[in-house]
């Protein structure tokens, strides 16, 4: 049965912990193919990135109270990081690594909208299991992890502590399996130990991370890892699967094609305003079906605001 932690009579505003990445994005969009050896001309936008501060970001646009966990360097990028996350009303609890930069992500976007990345991570994977504080996790609603914070000793090792305190909060858990190549990285037997090992309530993935992880399986299988699964097909919508003891539902929510030429975080803002909904939706004492179709839908309006909204520059200085 899916989980029923969070769903409290609601006398103040959801609260959501985030333990991820927060990093800096170094978007390259050329006008055209890139030449070999030579330049092209095109935009360079330096902007917030990091897949759990996204959805931190997005969650408190959504009236959630927002906790968000993580590492940065002890840089002026990191200190600029912080700071635009806060400014959407995130309590953020950022450790300051001494001896790293500030995590960053080239995001190389084709003139067709096809997105490729450099991870150079630094201090983000520096999160560790004693910068974290059992207090952050009082009364919080929902805890959430991005694949990412599984992947490197240090930072898995403050997942799993995050997890343990929230279970004992009472917590939903959920999960966004967040790129494929990493989850992969070290096989898809590992892949899935992580996925089980987590236990999620909730997993998000997209059409191509849930076939990294299943391999020929079908999409329902998912419902071997958690009780609820949303796989995000973009501008074809949402598949949302989900299991309450014996009975199976699986339905498909569409969407309106929204034009963009860079659709970076957008899965990040499905999610926070999936999980805002749909805590929401249970504590109100929506049914499954219900809740689940009123958080798909404000998920793919949290998205479609991503992708048409202002995306400012990170100032740094």
Known sequence: MASTAGFRPRSRPISILILGDLMLDVVLAPDRT???GTDVSGRVRLRQ???AANTARWAARLGARTILVSAVGRDLIGRALVEAVAGDGVTVRAARVAGLPSGRIGVVVAPGGERSFVADRGAADALAPDHLRAAWFRRIDAFHLPAYSLLSPSLAAA???GLGHARAAGATISLDL???LPLLSQG???ARGLVAEVRPDILFATAA???ALLGRYALDDLLDFAPIAVVKRGARGALVLAAEGTERIKFEVATSHVRTAESTGAGDAFDAGF???WLGARARGRS????LHRATLAGHRAAARHLVGPRPEIVLG
Do not use: D, K, N
Not at 288 to 291: F, K, N, Q, R
């Open 49 to 51: 990135g990091g897949s």
């Open 159 to 161: 997942a799993r502590a």
């Open 34 to 36: 890139l030449a070999t």
């Open 178 to 180: 967040a790129s494929s």
């Open 275 to 277: 999980l805002v909904a």
């Open 209 to 211: 991370e849930a076939e």
């Open 288 to 291: 499954l079906p219900e809740a």
């Open 188 to 190: 898809r037997r590992a």
